[in-house]
């Protein structure tokens, strides 16, 4: 591998690439996202190794096995280039008329899509409704790279904002690129990130430290899981430059311990940034020094939050600290530590690529950019999508995700995992706008939009997503411990129709408590979903508490 010197010579470096590549060459790409892997991409995989290797077509057909396609209804899925022919719900016994299909510019009918409804065929991924109605910036080369191969990134345009953030940029100015694009926190908060950054660079310690979230514990939230595992160079890149910009010589990517595919994936991103020169001392002659450890959760779901995190970087045990102290100025041992997720800092290349002005084009007018959305529950089509700030949830649930299963009628949605909130079916034009989805009540969070349709009992719903975070909690302190336990002891019995007359009562004045007293996060926005549902749904919890009191 060659250790790069300077920018000049990434740019050559990326030419010779491409140069020695066809960009009309046949690939097929087959999907190993958490999904598909599920449902055995692998063996499909290995049956185009195969199928290739005994016709001898290996020469003319590359094959790539890539990160998350977004569709994971539709898993295994595979890609077929240079057309992007998409085909969905492959088999190994699939494979051999797939390969025959792309080796003579044909389409193998069997598994491309079909509208459930109408049976309109559509083959190429622009067609395909799922992917029509997106915008596609961060996960659109997950079909184009093998994410282990720093090569395929390069190909793609890797590296260049790197490249022209150390041999053009002050990090003055790349801060004031992030902070005139306005790219707010994708973690759940929606902060500015600029600001964020410039709080830790002004802090008054010149040691610091800059952090990718990673662990993504919001319950049926999957996006940055995609990101590191499908490409994760991009969030290198991302923290690279911001670690440049704020100051710091020592970064950390903190994520989950339980995903053996990204934990390998991220290994060989920084193995193969440190050998091309991207990581290390004097980063492309700029001078400027930067190194990265990759530290794994404890599996619960606390060690998320920002200060739990540092904490259980530091070797400690991840409990939250009082939220009086502000991680960006005493965070990792005592020094200022810049944190943000997977999705923030994956954004941050292509702003500096091209320019804040262009980011500011995409999104509402205070939320600029695209959103990555984990779309799940009662929805024809789940998985992972990528689209404007602004976009309608109409748009996200009925063009996208097909709307809802088995004809049924949509009755909610829920924002924001566990500590988010519920939205009734009459809401779904709002825009996917952190300030208009805050004041629903239903924030936006790391992504996570679970679907409810007409059958969903609601009490039920904040029973389980209370029942997660009592089980959760770090203890550490009495409102969040105690007060969540009470209210989850009502509900259990309002579900189990033994309700009583003043429960609502008693579960608003926990609610109180534990949102007012408790020392992080998880505590005081454990009660938000029970907050939206009794704002939306109350008459369901009167008419539980009815129930069962008349069938005493």
Not at 142 to 171: C, E, F, H, Q
Not at 422 to 444: N, Q, R, T, V
Request: aromatic residues 6%; hydrophobic residues 40%; neutral net charge.
């Amino acid at each position: 591998m060659p250790k790069l010197q300077s920018a000049a010579e990434v740019d050559r470096f990326r030419a010779d690439i491409l140069a020695r590549r066809d960009p009309a060459r046949r690939c097929i790409a087959v999907c190993a996202g958490a999904a598909c892997d599920g449902l055995d991409s692998v063996a499909v995989a290995h049956e185009f190794k195969s199928e290739l290797a005994s016709r001898g077509l290996e020469a003319r057909i590359d094959l790539r096995v890539t990160g998350c396609h977004g569709y994971c209804e539709k898993g295994p899925n595979v890609v077929a280039g240079p057309r992007d022919v998409c085909y969905f719900e492959v088999t190994p016994g699939d494979v051999p008329g797939i390969v025959d299909a792309t080796l003579h510019d044909e389409i193998f009918e069997k598994r491309v899509y079909r509208d459930p409804r109408t049976g309109a065929k559509a083959v190429c991924m622009q067609e395909v409704p799922f992917y029509r109605h997106q915008m596609r910036l961060l996960t659109g080369d997950n079909i184009r790279i093998d994410p282990t191969s720093i090569d395929d990134y390069l190909a793609v345009g890797g590296y260049s904002a790197l490249a022209k953030a150390l041999s053009s940029m002050t990090p003055d100015q790349v801060l004031d690129e992030v902070k005139k694009a306005n790219l707010r926190g994708r973690g759940g908060g929606g902060f500015p990130a600029g600001l964020k950054w410039e709080t830790t660079r002004n802090a008054p310690d010149k040691t610091k430290y800059v952090i990718v979230n990673g662990h993504e514990g919001e319950s049926a939230a999957f996006m940055d899981r995609a990101m590191l595992t499908g490409n994760p160079h991009k969030v290198l890149e991302g923290l690279i430059i911001g670690a440049y910009a704020i100051g710091a010589q020592q970064g950390f990517i903190y994520t989950r311990h339980d995903a053996p595919r990204l934990v390998e994936h991220v290994k060989a991103a920084l193995a193969q940034a440190r050998a091309y020169g991207f990581l290390g001392d004097n980063i492309l002659g700029s001078g400027f020094s930067f190194t990265v450890e990759l530290h794994f959760d404890v599996g619960i779901f606390v060690s998320g939050e920002s200060s739990a995190l540092m904490r259980s970087i530091e070797g400690n045990a991840p409990e939250p600290r009082p939220k009086y102290i502000r991680t960006s100025v005493s965070g990792i041992w005592d020094k200022p530590s810049n944190l943000n997720n997977v999705e923030t800092w994956a954004n941050v290349p292509q702003i500096i690529a091209n320019g804040a002005d262009w980011f500011t084009r995409i999104g509402s007018e205070k939320s600029k950019g695209t959103k990555l959305i984990s779309l799940s529950g009662n929805v024809v089509n789940s998985g992972i999508v990528e689209v404007p700030m602004g976009t309608s949830l109409r748009t996200l649930i009925f063009d996208i995700g097909g709307g809802v299963r088995d004809g049924k009628g949509l009755k909610a949605v829920h924002f924001g995992g566990a500590m988010g909130g519920s939205l009734p079916a009459h809401m779904i034009d709002a825009s996917l706008d952190f300030d208009e989805m805050s004041k629903l009540g239903a924030p936006i969070g790391a992504g996570g939009l679970l679907v409810m349709d007409e059958d969903t009992d609601m009490v039920e719903v904040a029973r389980y997503l209370l029942d997660f975070l009592v089980k959760e909690s770090c203890g550490k302190c009495v409102p969040c411990r105690e007060g969540m336990w009470q209210m989850l002891k009502i509900l259990t019995q309002i579900t189990e129709g033994k309700g009583k007359k003043f429960d609502l009562d008693r579960l608003a004045d926990l609610m109180e408590v534990t949102s007012l007293g408790s020392l992080c996060a998880l505590g005081k926005t454990s009660s938000d979903p029970l907050k939206s549902m009794l704002r939306h749904f109350k008459g369901e919890y009167e008419a539980r508490i009815a129930a069962g009191s008349e069938a005493k």
